[in-house]
């Protein structure tokens, strides 16, 4: 069984900053390209960051220059820091990993979602 378990979310005012973990845990061989996604009220689920196992990074165009995705494999984490966040970046943000198990079989694992709401 693996796990991913996000933290970090909140309120926050327009131009403040947030940082969202994600913890993976279980049966976990290796970890390879792990992301974040998030889903605004009304909207399809959008990819915002992820970053492979090398640390080679990707960011959707609107969070370039404010959003930060970085991982700690010695802890199985991803963060995300967020800067000058804007009211548009409120949504659910969720986690996702792509891993190979103990087992041997590689899986597409989604966190539970965090919620981060911008006021304006």
């Known amino acids: 069984q693996v796990q991913l378990v996000e933290s970090g979310g909140g309120l926050v005012q327009a131009g403040g900053s947030l940082r969202l973990s994600c913890a993976a845990s279980g049966s976990i061989f290796r970890l390879n390209d792990m992301g974040w996604y998030r889903q605004a009220p009304g909207k399809q689920r959008e990819l915002v960051a992820d970053i492979t196992s090398s640390n080679w990074t990707s960011y959707e165009e609107s969070v370039k220059g404010r959003f930060t995705i970085s991982r700690d494999n010695a802890k199985n984490t991803v963060y995300l820091e967020m800067n000058s966040l804007k009211p548009e970046d409120t949504a659910v943000y969720y986690c996702?990993?792509?891993?190979?198990?103990?087992?041997?079989?590689?899986?597409?694992?989604w966190g539970q979602g965090t919620l981060v709401t911008v006021s304006s």
């Open positions: 996702n990993a792509v891993l190979v198990t103990d087992e041997y079989r590689y899986l597409d694992v």
